[in-house]
């Protein structure tokens, strides 16, 4: 049985930095690729950021690209999303997923339908 558990989300000024953990527990986490999403208020939840089952691979939404930065430890079972210069439009529940195969892809996927398994989520609140 797979499950992820976030930690990390909190409240925070405009230009400050949050870091997202993420464990994940059930099966080999080195073979699957790992993402995050994030869902606002009324909104459709969008991705974020993603990491291949080989951490040098990487893909960011425009929105985040040079603000945010995903990272793994497979030592640890655990990836990252260190978040600066964070703006009020970042304030999101923010959801970490585990991809549903191990299809040993050589890039990060970014569509919902790549992710089968989903932690419940962290709050991350950025005021301006």
């Known amino acids: 049985q797979v499950q992820l558990v976030e930690s990390g989300g909190g409240l925070v000024q405009a230009g400050g930095s949050l870091r997202l953990s993420c464990v994940a527990s059930?099966?080999?986490?080195?073979?699957?690729?790992m993402g995050w999403f994030r869902q606002a208020p009324g909104k459709e939840r969008e991705f974020v950021a993603a990491v291949s089952w080989i951490a040098g691979n990487t893909n960011y939404a425009d929105s985040v690209k040079g603000r945010f930065t995903i990272s793994r430890d497979n030592a640890k079972n655990t990836v990252y999303l260190q978040m600066n210069s964070l703006k009020p439009e970042d304030t999101a529940v923010y959801y970490c997923?585990?991809?549903?195969?191990?299809?040993?892809?050589?890039?990060?996927?970014?569509?919902?339908?790549?992710?089968?398994?989903w932690g419940q989520g962290t709050q991350v609140t950025v005021s301006s």
């Open positions: 059930g099966r080999t986490f080195s073979s699957y690729a």
């Open positions: 997923a585990q991809e549903q195969d191990d299809r040993f892809l050589p890039y990060a996927p970014r569509q919902n339908a790549d992710y089968a398994y």
